[in-house]
């Protein structure tokens, strides 16, 4: 496997007045990352179609010239909360964006799931129909520009193992798989072992993150910790730090036959600079051992 990053993991360094996207990558780099995830977090806000693809060609030949891979380019997306027809031509529009960038894959998410608000009592079984037309469009779409398509546990809804594998197969085919990321089962009270184990088979794509936890029975934490699905208390932390069996992940991965990227996602209260540096050497320790 190759060790790389999600952009996302800068957060404020991503910032014009900061070190930028560019200086991101350039970090990147210095960290040893052999590749990056863009994720669509405002360096198209207010502009045209025209210049937003531009943009991304020229952080895409950027990339060419440090020397590291666009691996990923991940968006959000709500197949629920959103007229259908409108939301899928908007997710097709974005494969343009990957392609522009140089990407391999796009990940995209199913839905947050119904507001709180909404009582219509439909279980996941119930809308998977629903999801799967979704991102079967969009998936066909992005098979004729050269871009596989994914999703990720993520976003609670759609974060259970067996939720996501039932989508896959519901979507069926083979250009379409998962972004398994190993950490974020967490928010669904999953067993990290076993979630992997369900979903390595269809993985395209792979991030590596860490959380502390807490049990729901204790005092809440306070300031950067949130709670899971079934209340527990998470907050992120640098990959090694955690309770994350991150070690068991990555061999359930590589016995599934996964031989890409495992992408650094931090989420952590140190200075990502830092988190981020640490992260990939300790990622980099446990797939050498």
Not at 103 to 119: E, F, I, L, N, W
Not at 182 to 208: E, W
Not at 223 to 237: A, D, I, M, P, V
């Amino acid at each position: 496997m190759k060790i790389g990053v999600s952009l996302y993991s800068f957060h404020e360094y991503s910032a014009e007045n900061s070190l930028g996207i560019k200086g991101c990558i350039d970090k990147a780099k210095e960290f040893g990352c052999e590749g990056v995830d863009f994720i669509d977090f405002g360096w198209g806000d207010g502009l045209s179609r025209e210049d937003y693809l531009a943009k991304a060609k020229e952080y895409g030949d950027y990339c060419k010239q440090v020397g590291v891979e666009v691996v990923c380019f991940c968006i959000g997306s709500d197949f629920l909360n959103r007229d259908l027809d409108a939301e899928v031509e908007r997710v097709k529009g974005m494969v343009d964006v990957a392609v522009a960038l140089g990407a391999q894959c796009m990940r995209h998410d199913a839905t947050p799931g119904y507001p709180a608000s909404v009582k219509t009592g439909r279980s996941f079984d119930a809308v998977l129909p629903i999801l799967a037309k979704a991102y079967r469009a969009v998936t066909e779409y992005a098979k004729t520009k050269g871009i596989k398509t994914c999703i990720e546990n993520h976003g609670f809804f759609a974060q259970d193992p067996d939720r996501v594998e039932k989508l896959i197969n519901a979507v069926g085919d083979d250009n379409f798989g998962a972004l398994v990321d190993i950490g974020n089962f967490a928010c669904a009270d999953a067993d990290h072992g076993y979630a992997v184990g369900v979903m390595a088979p269809y993985a395209i794509h792979a991030h590596a993150k860490d959380f502390h936890k807490r049990s729901g029975t204790e005092d809440a934490p306070g300031e950067g910790w949130f709670q899971s699905r079934g209340g527990n208390y998470l907050r992120g932390s640098i990959i090694g730090h955690g309770n994350v069996p991150v070690r068991q992940c990555i061999g359930t991965l590589k016995r599934a036959g996964y031989d890409g990227y495992l992408m650094i996602e931090f989420e952590g209260m140190e200075d990502p600079l830092k988190g981020i540096r640490i992260g990939a050497d300790n990622l980099r320790r446990f797939l050498n051992s």
